[in-house]
């Protein structure tokens, strides 16, 4: 479905991504991890054609994407759930979700009940701005906004990140029971309890680079994990 190969991106001189590889098959769940500052948001932006790239191919669903922007990326169905939520604070709940179905492309969206089943809470407040929602609901609502667009693929950038324990659960079975519907995933985590949860396979990331590949249950293991973690 996704294959990358020999990615790098940055900021100016900083090359924050470099010789970045990894492929997730359909249906697949694949964890990019790494400690704070690794490179993980800038490959996955890099990926989505947020950020520009400064090498490398990225294939999806066997067509060349490399030098797509954002938007046609997001209409081939590769859909990209930021890690700093990103929403209009001023849309509504209902609103929110509705721009989300614009990068459906061809695909035909889904009914708004449909993503109200998967998240309840949003249809309680499908009225509420955006701004006014808990962290949880917006992760909730931003998820939504994807699943909007029916994609073949999610990244999710830290859905866990600053949201309660209680709440980081409910997000991991949302995230499963996506999966479950054929969507595969890439999911970019820094716990590797909610890794091992959703993901089958990893990489990990640290000062830019791939420091280690594997299978996700031989990751809790690794000492090479343990020190791209602490390094
Ligand atoms: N807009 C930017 N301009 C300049 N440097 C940046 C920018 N965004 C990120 N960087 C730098 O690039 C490096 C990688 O950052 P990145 O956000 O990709 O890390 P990350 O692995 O996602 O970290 P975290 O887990 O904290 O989200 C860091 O050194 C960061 O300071
Ligand atoms: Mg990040």
């Known amino acids: 479905m996704l294959e990358v190969n020999n990615l790098s991106a940055g900021y100016g001189s900083v090359m924050a991504a470099q010789g970045l590889s990894l492929q997730v098959g359909a249906g697949e769940a694949v964890a990019i991890l790494g400690a704070n500052g690794a490179g993980k948001t800038t490959a996955v932006e890099a990926i989505a054609g947020l950020i520009s790239k400064t090498g490398g191919t990225v294939m999806f669903g066997g067509k060349d994407i490399s030098k797509h922007k954002?938007?046609?990326?997001?209409?081939?169905?590769l859909s990209l759930v930021p890690q700093w939520r990103e929403l209009f604070p001023t849309f509504s709940v209902q609103e929110t979700l509705e721009i989300g179905a614009n990068a459906a492309g061809d695909r035909k969206p889904p009914e708004l009940e449909e993503i109200f089943t998967l998240f309840p809470k949003l249809k309680e407040r499908r009225a509420q701005l955006a701004s006014s929602?808990?962290?949880?609901?917006?992760?909730?609502?931003?998820?939504?906004?994807?699943?909007?667009?029916?994609?073949k693929m999610i990244i999710f950038d830290e859905p866990s990140a600053g949201l309660a324990l209680g709440i980081v659960k409910t997000m991991v079975a949302s995230i499963k029971a996506i999966q479950e519907r054929g969507v595969s995933i890439l999911l970019v985590e820094q716990n590797l309890d909610i890794a091992h949860a959703i993901a089958s396979r990893a990489i990990v990331m640290s000062a830019g680079r791939v420091a280690w590949t594997g299978l996700m249950e031989e990751a809790k293991e690794s000492e090479a994990v343990k020190e791209a973690f602490f390094a």
């Open 70 to 77: 954002a938007g046609a990326i997001a209409k081939a169905g």
């Open 133 to 151: 929602l808990s962290g949880g609901e917006q992760q909730m609502l931003t998820i939504g906004r994807s699943l909007m667009a029916s994609p």
